[in-house]
């Protein structure tokens, strides 16, 4: 349900529609009397849930009037009005997901009594009922407000109407979505029932389709032939390089799956002289900082207490997870210094060769083959495989279509890198926004690093103009819009009476837009140009360094708590709005610069040391799987629980729902990298190695270890920048 303050004020006036709300099966089987077997005559019902359902009310009866029925135990209606959703504490304080017992109420199998013809047992199935709760539409304070398209469109499509989740047990051969929504409403009062829908979990139509069956074959089919690989590579390759089978293309395209010498080439934790050592820390802890926010934007928003959750958005140190936007503009600033440093190292080497034809069209092929593989099977996973596991999870019955449907529909967007721009409302695996965002800065990037190559003195030329451009697209569009400084809402921020457009607009015309993205990136690259164009240590006086790092510090602390005052409750003028916009990702930029820049020329002291300590590079080798892995990581984690999340504290969530969301998302992306990332790049070396033209060692060496993964490719730690949020 998504958080409007002004929803939750409304029906706090009207609390006692609140907590008068009884659930509506309760009623049913309470005074089982009241309704006699033609209730369902004139209800289009299947003729199984039509039977289960006057063995319900039998049951009901038998056990209100103490009349035992012979030969048959009726106690399990007990066990399936227990296993309901009833009102909790908290309702006041937003407490609207009245979660039932999932796991008692489908293990209720009974036998039919003796007398009956039916010839399947008698089983529980979870529901969960959305009730409309709008005092505004009604007009009239009463229990509930009839289902009428006003009060569900208003209540369900966030006006000013609230809805209530109630977990139902139903007989089983009532618990799908057509026969459950017209029960529910017959029984609490036909036409002015307050039941807007009713979503159920069907265990046994729970079956992958054929998309989902190709997509485990492929995961399979590549298993099988890492494993294969793994075995040649230990017990074989490794005592016969010099065979002379060692070199057959066969033989190297299974060695290139291997997980033995792929998880030895990620664990390889050593910083050789000439690497920029701190871009593997900036990497890991910008994909924790990613990881951290959208774990408590879960927290936030699926709490059963959403209004104690909310205040802690105001406090200080929050700020950190409100505007964890920042960690994507560090990888947009890593993507642009390790393009720019290693593309005028080749061009320095050969020129020709790099400004070839040929080497331009690879300059896209290699990023699109780099990038593609590990993408393209998480989403294929997340759209048809992954729903098999969240379907069944109570807390996220009716939400999977949600959360996977756009993929059904649009992938292929996705897969042409065009998400952010097609359809984009409907956005499929959203965090994917970023991998479109970078790979159309990447297109676009030669339009800086042709003139820098021609003359310095036109590339910054190039580089001032396309700068000027984007911050001004970005103050128009704010001033235009009259939009928000930020993507982050919920209850308590001002917003500007004029902003009128839909939520959307600031998505396309600002968050993934690559026009407006691309300044930082643009940073990057210029201190990748430097660096690779200076490689003499400069001589940095210890005032200016101490002067550099603090105002640094000073920069990147200035935006992230920038908008504290905001996110209180106030009011920001249009002015700043638009200037925050357009200049608080570049000031992000100057400050990551400085902490490269230092560290590179042996500036950073102890930062430097942290930042290039060992243990970062392999985490670093494993964050664009991770990233990739994490939201659905996310998602598992939180679906794994069996009722309602309940806000108790940062540290709370922190180790419940972020550490194993870290840790897992990091485990997996060994055997992500290794099958889909890592083996595909060592395939394209294979094939394309000649039209790559492969960098000399001196540029491998400079970026990061040397990695020789025993067939005759290598992997750049270089290309791992590509970590996308």
Not at 287 to 305: A, D, K, P, R
Not at 393 to 408: E, Q
Not at 629 to 656: F, M, R
Not at 695 to 724: C, F, M, Y
Request: neutral net charge; hydrophobic residues 45%.
């Amino acid at each position: 349900m998504q958080i409007n303050e002004e929803r939750l004020k409304k029906a706090m006036e009207h609390k006692e529609l609140l907590l008068d709300r009884k659930p509506s099966l309760e009623s049913v089987l309470k005074k089982p009397a009241q309704f006699d077997s033609t209730i369902l005559g004139g209800v289009e019902v299947s003729q199984k849930c039509q039977s289960d359902f006057q063995l319900m009310l039998l049951a009901a009866q038998s056990i209100i009037t103490n009349k035992p029925i012979a030969g048959w135990d009726t106690s399990f209606i007990i066990s399936q009005l227990d296993a309901c959703g009833k009102p909790g504490p908290g309702i006041l304080r937003g407490n609207f997901q009245w979660m039932g017992a999932y796991q008692e109420c489908i293990n209720i199998n009974v036998p039919p009594p003796p007398s009956s013809t039916q010839d399947h047992p008698y089983q529980g199935g979870y529901c969960r009922a959305s009730i409309a709760i709008n005092p505004t539409v009604l007009g009239r304070k009463k229990r509930s407000t009839p289902h009428t398209e006003a009060a569900c469109t208003s209540a369900l499509g966030g006006g000013s109407g609230v809805t209530i989740s109630e977990d139902v047990c139903l007989p089983k051969g009532c618990a799908n979505d057509h026969d459950a929504t017209l029960i529910l409403q017959i029984v609490t009062g036909g036409d002015n029932s307050s039941v807007c829908r009713v979503t159920c979990i069907d265990p046994d139509n729970n079956t992958l389709s054929w998309r989902g069956v190709v997509v485990v074959v492929v995961l399979c089919v590549t298993l099988v032939v890492a494993l294969i690989g793994t075995i040649i590579d230990y017990f074989w390759y490794q005592d016969n390089k010099e065979h002379r089978l060692a070199n057959a293309i066969p033989i190297r395209m299974l060695l290139a799956f291997s997980f033995y010498t792929n998880t030895v080439e990620i664990m390889a934790a050593k910083n050789r002289p000439g690497a920029i050592g701190a871009i593997h820390c900036i990497r890991v802890f910008s994909m924790i900082w990613v990881m951290s926010g959208h774990v408590y934007e879960f927290g936030l928003l699926l709490s059963n207490n959403v209004l104690d959750a909310t205040p802690v958005i105001k406090d200080f140190a929050t700020q950190v997870l409100t505007n964890a936007y920042f960690s994507v503009d560090s990888f947009f600033f890593l993507s642009g210094v390790l393009l720019s440093f290693m593309w005028f190292k080749e061009l320095k080497r050969n020129r020709k060769a790099v400004m070839s034809p040929s080497a331009w069209v690879m300059f896209y092929v290699h990023r699109i083959v780099r990038l593609s593989p590990p993408y393209y099977m998480i989403l294929a996973f997340y759209t048809w495989v992954f729903p098999y596991f969240i379907n069944q999870s109570p807390l996220f019955v009716g939400l999977s279509d949600a959360l996977a449907g756009p993929c059904t529909k649009n992938w292929w967007i996705n897969f042409l890198y065009l998400q952010n721009i097609i359809d984009y409302k409907n956005q499929c695996y959203i965090i994917s926004w970023y991998l479109a965002t970078d790979m159309q800065i990447h297109i676009f990037a030669p339009i800086v690093l042709i003139p820098l190559a021609i003359s310095p003195l036109i590339g910054f030329a190039v580089s001032a103009l396309l700068f000027f451009l984007s911050a001004a697209a970005s103050i128009f569009t704010i001033y235009h819009f009259h939009m928000p400084p930020t993507d982050f809402t919920f209850p308590g921020l001002v917003s500007d009476p004029q902003d009128t457009v839909d939520p959307s607009y600031y998505t396309f015309y600002v968050y993934d837009a690559p026009w407006i993205r691309f300044p930082i990136y643009l940073m990057g690259i210029l201190l990748g140009y430097y660096l690779q164009n200076n490689k003499r240590k400069v001589k940095i006086p210890t005032v200016v360094n101490v002067i550099g790092w603090a105002l640094s510090f000073a920069l990147m602390l200035t935006v992230v708590f920038g908008l504290y005052d905001f996110m209180r409750g106030t009011e920001l003028p249009l002015f700043w709005r638009a200037m925050y916009t357009a200049f608080s990702r570049p000031a992000w930029g100057l400050g990551l610069s400085w902490m490269v820049f230092s560290c590179y020329y042996g500036y950073g002291g102890p930062f430097n040391s942290f930042m290039s300590w060992n243990i970062w590079i392999p985490l670093g080798r494993l964050t664009y799987c991770a990233y990739l892995l994490h939201l659905t990581v996310a998602i598992y984690v939180v679906a794994t629980q069996k009722q309602a999340l309940h806000w108790s504290g940062a540290l709370d969530t922190g180790i419940h729902e972020l550490l194993p969301t870290v840790v897992i998302s990091y485990l997996i992306a060994i055997i992500w990298s290794s099958a889909f990332e890592i083996s595909t790049s060592k395939i394209e070396m294979i094939f394309l190695g000649n039209l790559r033209k492969r960098p000399h060692r001196e540029a491998h060496e400079s970026i990061a270890p040397k990695t020789d993964n025993s067939n005759g490719t290598w992997i750049l730690d270089s290309d791992k920048n590509d970590v996308k949020f």
